[in-house]
């Protein structure tokens, strides 16, 4: 097939939208790519913390913190810091993509509350952890185990530079993603 000047032209101006497209949603706002989270049915933010302890450092309240343009709080007790943080775009936008790229339903337990180790990247607003994948919790064996390690490769593809889960220490029960 002999290709004309008005094809190529097609096939460059297609290109190029998809380009815009994939381009537009990197250079949205930290509050617009929240208020996308906060939107989407098959991403669920926790309002209490896993110890038991409720605060205005949840992981709704950080996203709904984020959204409206604040920065997220962090929790006062045990380990954590107290005060608040920025939250990391390429963290957002990965929660944001798991869902609507890669079709994962998943259960945000914590960003940047919570009580972790010391110098934990929650704390600078760089990590979140999930408790639940596809409808399973996060476990050492059956499918929650297999939801896990998927949303973990997930996670790396988006430029998580630590993800610890099932067969790490401290993580049998959650997912950890670090950017």
């Given amino acids: 097939m002999k290709r004309t000047p008005l094809m190529i032209s097609a096939v460059m101006a297609s290109s190029l939208a998809v380009m815009a497209s994939a381009t537009a949603a990197e250079a949205a706002s930290r509050p617009a790519i929240a208020k996308s989270i906060l939107n989407h049915r098959g991403i669920s933010l926790a309002t209490t913390h896993d110890s038991g302890r409720s605060d205005k450092a949840n992981a709704k309240q950080n996203i709904k913190d984020t959204a409206a343009g604040r920065k997220a709080k962090r929790s006062h007790y045990g380990t954590a810091p107290g005060g608040s943080v920025t939250l990391n775009k390429n963290m957002l936008n990965a929660m944001l993509k798991l869902n609507t790229a890669k079709r994962f339903t998943f259960k945000v337990t914590e960003v940047a509350g919570g009580s972790h180790s010391r110098g934990s990247k929650?704390?600078?607003?760089?990590?979140f952890d999930v408790g639940t994948v596809n409808g399973k919790r996060v476990s050492t064996s059956g499918p929650g185990r297999d939801n896990a390690r998927?949303?973990?490769?997930?996670?790396?593809?988006?430029?998580a530079v630590l993800v610890l889960g099932p067969g790490d220490s401290g993580h049998s029960t959650h997912v950890h993603c670090q950017w």
């Fill in 150 to 159: 998927k949303f973990m490769r997930a996670c790396r593809s988006y430029g």
């Fill in 122 to 127: 929650h704390y600078a607003g760089r990590a």
